[in-house]
């Protein structure tokens, strides 16, 4: 089993931090993947996704398996080319903004040649992922950008 942790800091409400997170338009931005179902996702949700990668064709459905907004959610495959793949988000408030906090745990197929190819290319992919996941978040939250996602006019959130 590989598991991957990063961080960032976002200067925006909580709120605001786990809805573009859980936005699928900007998921799909990062993942280079395309999936037909669109809006924030709820917990049990599944979405299927479909793209390339490596070269090779790649499905992969998600079950949005815990969900505690606006704090906590996790997206584990059902169906993909992975053994095991689970993504817990966590989002924490701190006197400077939301702090996102990711682990990724997932393993390959095919034994050792598996665990050498999810260490040498998988792992670097993933990390990249995430990082880029992070610049686009900090990047439309902070701005008025998450505008473009989000309801203005929601009375649930603080955004």
Request: charged share 25%.
């Amino acid at each position: 089993m590989h598991t991957l942790r990063a961080s960032t800091l976002i200067h925006a409400p909580i709120d605001r931090c786990f809805a573009l997170s859980t936005h699928l338009t900007l998921v799909a931005q990062t993942l280079g993947m395309e999936t037909a179902s669109t809006g924030m996702v709820q917990l049990d949700d599944r979405v299927a996704w479909r793209g390339w990668k490596f070269g090779l064709p790649q499905r992969h459905l998600s079950h949005i398996s815990a969900y505690q907004r606006p704090t906590y959610f996790q997206d584990t495959q059902q169906e993909g080319r992975f053994a095991f793949f689970q993504h817990d988000h966590w989002l924490r408030e701190t006197e400077q903004g939301t702090l996102l906090e990711d682990e990724v745990r997932f393993s390959l197929p095919f034994g050792a040649p598996g665990r050498i190819i999810a260490r040498l290319v998988l792992e670097p992919h993933i990390r990249r992922l995430v990082r880029e996941r992070y610049a686009l978040l900090k990047s439309v939250a902070e701005s008025d950008a998450w505008r473009t996602y989000l309801p203005t006019d929601s009375r649930h959130l603080t955004l």
